[in-house]
């Protein structure tokens, strides 16, 4: 799986300490065309985002307290410098809404 799979969850934990459903998305594509890798990263997010709104993962973690989200982007090669503006304009977005962006560069 990876980012270009909008319609699929990377990767998917419950971190008990902080309560926070953790979602992965793994991004393995460069920075050549920023526009396509925006556009597909933001639709993977969003993907993401309407999996918690509907509560999609209470199937497999019922019994769990949720108080927050968590997606974790690994990329493949250092985002641009819009890329991560539009890590932080999500963020400032989400933020309200109980999730939080990471992000990390894979060496």
């Excluded at 793994?26 to 597909?40: G, R, V």
């Excluded at 769990?64 to 989200?69: G, H, L, N, P, V």
Aim: charge should be negative.
């Amino acid at each position: 799986m990876s980012v270009l799979d909008k319609n699929k969850i990377d990767g998917l934990a419950y971190d008990k300490s902080e309560e926070a459903l953790v979602m992965l998305i793994t991004d393995h594509l460069d920075w050549n065309d920023e526009y396509s890798h925006l556009i597909s990263l933001q639709d993977k997010i969003n993907s993401y985002v309407n999996f918690c709104e509907t509560k999609q993962y209470e199937e497999k973690f019922s019994h769990e307290s949720i108080k927050m989200a968590v997606i974790d982007v690994h990329f493949l090669h250092e985002p641009t410098e819009n890329g991560m503006h539009f890590l932080q304009r999500v963020q400032d977005q989400l933020g309200e809404l109980g999730f939080m962006i990471k992000a990390t560069i894979e060496s």
